[in-house]
Nanobody
Framework: QVQLVESGGGLVQPGGSLRLSCAGP????????IGWFRQAPGKEREGISC????????YYADSVKGRFTISTDNAENTVYLEMNSLKPEDTALYYC????????????????WGQGTLVTVSS
């Protein structure tokens, strides 16, 4: 069953910005780290960002560090991914999921995933 719902994807020009949203039950967001993942055609899933539910620590893959920002709004039960300076290689299906994360990895956990939102970066 779908417990997390992504939104905010769309078509954007290179250099542009998008903000993705991941909405889910508070009991999920309050107890588990939430990661953002993406998968482009012909490529494996990549964990790109994660935020801890315990202390709010954030983590980023090198591919997006400095361009993307993850944040939470507990009152809205939403995790956001602000994406700036988008590149064509950022084109992918983006989705959120419960995760484990630290300085070395961002991985899915407990198989709680959203359905994804498509981001297309093209002129």
């Amino acid at each position: 069953q779908v417990q997390l719902v992504e939104s905010g994807g769309g078509l954007v020009q290179p250099g542009g910005s998008l903000r993705l949203s991941c909405a889910g039950p508070g009991f999920i967001l309050d107890h588990y780290a939430i990661g953002w993942f993406r998968q482009a055609p012909g490529k494996e899933r990549e964990g790109i960002s994660c935020i801890s539910s315990s202390d709010g620590s954030t983590y980023y893959a090198d591919s997006v560090k400095g361009r993307f920002t993850i944040s939470t709004d507990n009152a809205e039960n939403t995790v956001y991914l602000e994406m700036n300076s988008l590149k064509p290689e950022d084109t992918a299906l983006y989705y959120c999921a419960t995760a484990t994360c630290n300085d070395h990895h961002i991985r899915g956990y407990l198989e709680v995933w959203g359905q994804g939102t498509l981001v297309t970066v093209s002129s």
